[in-house]
């Protein structure tokens, strides 16, 4: 099978965009980058190759559109009428969800920005309808039009219109799951209120993630409508009740907020999780580890089997930078556990930003942001280049990489992924402006 080819990238220099002919090209307006790599070619043994039904799918779709006529030309969402959710107090909300998982970045923004906006979207309308329903879930039946009702509107303003297997959502999450309480009385009448709403009402995104101020009393909520009716302790799949719990608590903090200030609250609180973990996928590094392996004899091959191996790694999706730090901290783990024992990302020059889509690319804030768009600009996201952060190579004794960890030295990150109270971050920031302009043809 051959790899679908990864269209030709072009860097744009000059601010003004009016008057680029239409090509094949994803075109990026930033300062200082240099040309970005063209990444088509045959995949070596050990890497899979990416096909229309695997994950993540490729960067543009067989037959899209323009990606901007969603924008500019809307269709009319055909609504069940059977849904409670109040879609036109929610008009600023579905439209950042829609721009945040628009049709062809959809699955390579899911892991940080697509997916937890539409979780938070999806939690903010049941929240919000709970004022009418008294209840914090729906049934079966409503969960089935409402959810279809959502990707309605959604993919009528430009989303992706397969959400729900790119974010793996269900009607099943607009219930209340396994979760015993979903009656909003009862659930005020079980929970410290006044206690959540104090600690969640507004949260410090920087602090959060660290003091677990917010995340601790939604987890007390959470605990206390679990056990509401006895002793759960022998049940089996408790966890899978506390999480369905979890959610619970959510949309009651959802209906007691503005719904924008709710998706700030419940961006924020995913994100603590997200950055936590490397979302990337190592495939076998029985390659990399042939040349780099014990006394490294040819630096040159060494590193060019590393710079193949992160090259199929660029193909994945974008993820924060401290996503970054901890995908770096895994594959040189893994490394290790295969004899590789010299520093190679010192010998190769190993950057984070190499771990993010495409290889000169864009590692997202830490903090959670979103899509925007605009007819004369485009599509445009917030990126932290942060100057090529050297990756740094795991030591046996390490102790587990993190922002709130003051014993690990996490070089250079900005003030806000480190946890530190800043204004703007105090490496560049740029801003990538997205201009899809033509579907290329597979190769």
């Not at 101020?213 to 056990?227: D, K, L, R």
């Not at 830490?366 to 740094?392: E, H, K, M, Y």
């Not at 046996?396 to 030295?409: D, E, G, I, P």
């Amino acid at each position: 099978m051959e790899l679908l080819r990864i269209p030709e990238y072009q860097v744009v220099s000059d601010a003004s965009l009016i008057d680029i002919e239409l090509h094949d090209f994803l075109y990026f307006n930033v300062s200082d980058c240099s040309l970005l790599k063209d990444l088509s070619g045959s995949a070596p043994d050990g890497f899979l190759p990416i096909s229309p039904e695997g994950g993540p799918q490729p960067l543009f779709p067989f037959l899209a559109p323009s990606p901007l006529s969603p924008f500019t030309n809307s269709t009319i969402p055909k609504l069940s009428g059977m849904c409670p959710f109040d879609f036109s107090a929610a008009e600023n909300l579905m439209g950042i969800t829609s721009t945040d998982c628009f049709t062809a970045f959809a699955p390579f923004l899911a892991n940080v920005i697509c997916c937890p906006q539409l979780q938070a979207t999806l939690a903010v309308l049941v929240g919000q309808s709970s004022k009418d329903t008294k209840l914090l879930a729906l049934n079966k039946t409503l969960a089935n039009h409402c959810l279809s009702d959502v990707d309605q509107v959604l993919v009528s303003q430009g989303a992706n219109d397969n959400l729900q297997q790119i974010c793996n959502i269900h009607s099943s999450n607009l219930t209340e799951g396994s979760c015993p309480v979903k009656d909003v009385s009862e659930f005020e009448a079980t929970v410290n209120t006044s206690k959540l709403l104090a600690a969640c009402g507004k949260i410090n995104l920087v602090d959060e993630c660290c003091t677990q101020t917010c995340q601790n009393a939604i987890s007390e909520a959470a605990q206390n409508i679990t056990s509401k009716d006895g002793d759960l302790g022998k049940v089996p799949q408790l966890s899978v009740i506390a999480e369905d719990c979890t959610t619970i608590v959510q949309r009651w903090l959802a209906s007691k907020l503005h719904p924008s200030r709710a998706k700030e609250v419940l961006r924020g609180l995913t994100n603590c999780n997200i950055n936590k973990v490397c979302p990337l996928s190592l495939p076998d590094t029985k390659h990399v580890v042939k040349k780099c392996a014990n006394v490294i004899s040819d630096k040159v091959a060494c590193c060019s089997e590393l710079e193949s191996y992160l090259s199929h790694l660029q193909n994945q999706s974008f993820i924060t930078n401290l996503q970054a730090v901890n995908c770096a901290a895994a594959l040189g783990m893994k490394l290790q556990l295969q004899n590789v024992t010299s520093n190679v990302y010192n010998l190769c020059s190993v950057s984070l930003k190499k771990f993010s889509l495409q290889e000169s690319g864009c590692l997202l804030q830490s903090l959670p942001s979103d899509v925007t768009f605009d007819q004369t600009t485009g599509i445009t996201f917030l990126c932290d280049l942060n100057d090529n952060i050297p990756a740094t190579w795991p030591s046996a004794n390490q102790l587990t990489t993190s922002s709130c960890n003051k014993a690990v030295n996490i070089p250079a990150l900005p003030a806000a992924a480190s946890g530190q109270n800043g204004g703007r971050m105090k490496h560049h920031v740029y801003y990538f402006l997205i201009f899809l302009l033509a579907v290329p043809a597979l190769v």
